[in-house]
């Protein structure tokens, strides 16, 4: 694997475990009866390892960038439409920005590399470019090795900004014409599950688009051969907003942050975490699953169970959105609901 610098994550640690599993067990209802969001109250009493988490501050990034596979018709829509939204999520007309409304969560865009000047007197994302798009990865590697270093490192260096100090939990999306090419093949190296499986239809393909569209990621495959370093395959096909995702994702759990993944490209971004350290598993919160058939699969390969189930492909965190009142709800019966102690209600248990 190609060496580079990263934080260092500590594991999230068990000392408390019995006695969050006892708190869990002893509120006022059958034992086990609040499933998964009893799983998510004990990751995160865990990772903040107390026994009455908080969320604090929430924030969504949507990571931004321009893919140069879109010479290629990879996408129905032109690359164009990548700044577009971006203005949109700055303007709050976005999906992501109503969803945010809902629960409280500021929205912060991050121009990781989209191609395009903004406008010195309009709104503006944070400026993180790395330059204007990658380069089209049939043809050549998306970006350098150094410059996948440089967005990796990027994305961990946003994250200990002063601005995200009082803030505990992260959501992560995106926006990038062209980046489920990306994630495909990023999946693919990563995994070794066939591209075939993980090719799907993106902003809305047909069959025969989808098909056009495999053949040319395909022949991208063939270009490189099996790639197993994740420096490696970010470099030759990855987008520059997922690699700084994937920096972000590694630097929220080294601050021992949650983070809430949310679909299909969100999920190429933490295979690239992971691939560089392991440890980001204990702090990530799959939100839900795309429709993007690939994501069941990488999904399923992983035995990861995600929140919710709504056939959403719209990207930039939506699903992460729609997830987190559910992670609320984790903490609020954590720390509000009554034991059977308190409420004088017999435990069967304890018979």
Not at 94 to 120: L, T
Not at 175 to 198: C, D, Q, V, Y
Request: glycine share 8%.
């Amino acid at each position: 694997m190609s060496l580079f610098s990263l934080p260092t994550i500590s594991p999230v640690t068990d000392v408390l475990r019995n006695s969050i599993r006892s708190k869990i067990d002893n509120k006022t209802k059958p034992l086990g009866s609040l499933g998964d969001l009893e799983a998510i109250a004990m990751q995160l009493a865990e990772i903040q390892n107390t026994l009455t988490p908080e969320l604090k501050n929430p924030k969504l990034i949507l990571f931004a960038g321009d893919h140069g596979i879109t010479d290629e018709p990879v996408s129905l829509y032109p690359k164009d439409v990548t700044w577009q939204m971006v203005l949109n999520f700055l303007s709050g007309g976005a999906c992501a920005n109503v969803f945010a409304k809902h629960s409280h969560i500021e929205v912060e865009v991050v121009d990781a590399g989209v191609d395009h000047d903004w406008d010195e007197n309009g709104p503006r994302p944070i400026d993180k470019k790395i330059r204007k798009g990658t380069s089209n990865f049939l043809k050549q590697a998306a970006m350098s090795i150094n410059e996948a270093k440089e967005t990796i490192l990027s994305g961990i260096n946003l994250l200990s900004e002063n601005r995200y100090s009082e803030t505990n939990v992260f959501l992560f999306g995106e926006m990038g014409i062209g980046n489920t090419s990306a994630a495909s093949l990023i999946l693919s190296h990563l995994t070794e599950i066939p591209l075939r499986k993980l090719v799907g239809r993106g902003t809305g393909l047909n069959n025969s688009g989808k098909e056009n569209k495999f053949k040319i990621l395909n022949e991208a495959y063939q270009r490189t051969g099996k790639l197993n370093d994740p420096l490696e395959v970010l470099s030759e096909f990855g987008g520059f907003e997922i690699g700084m995702m994937a920096g972000a994702m590694i630097g929220a759990a080294a601050q021992r942050k949650t983070f809430v993944v949310d679909g299909f490209i969100a999920t190429a971004a933490y295979a690239i975490a992971f691939a560089l350290n392991p440890s980001v598993k204990s702090y990530a919160i799959f939100s839900h699953l795309s429709e993007e058939e690939g994501h069941t699969v990488i999904l399923e390969h992983w035995k990861v169970r995600p929140l919710l189930r709504l056939n959403l492909r719209l990207g930039e965190g939506s699903g992460a959105l729609a997830a987190y009142p559910l992670i609320e709800l984790s903490v609020k019966f954590l720390n509000e609901m009554a034991s059977f102690a308190d409420a004088g209600v017999s435990n069967s248990d304890s018979k």
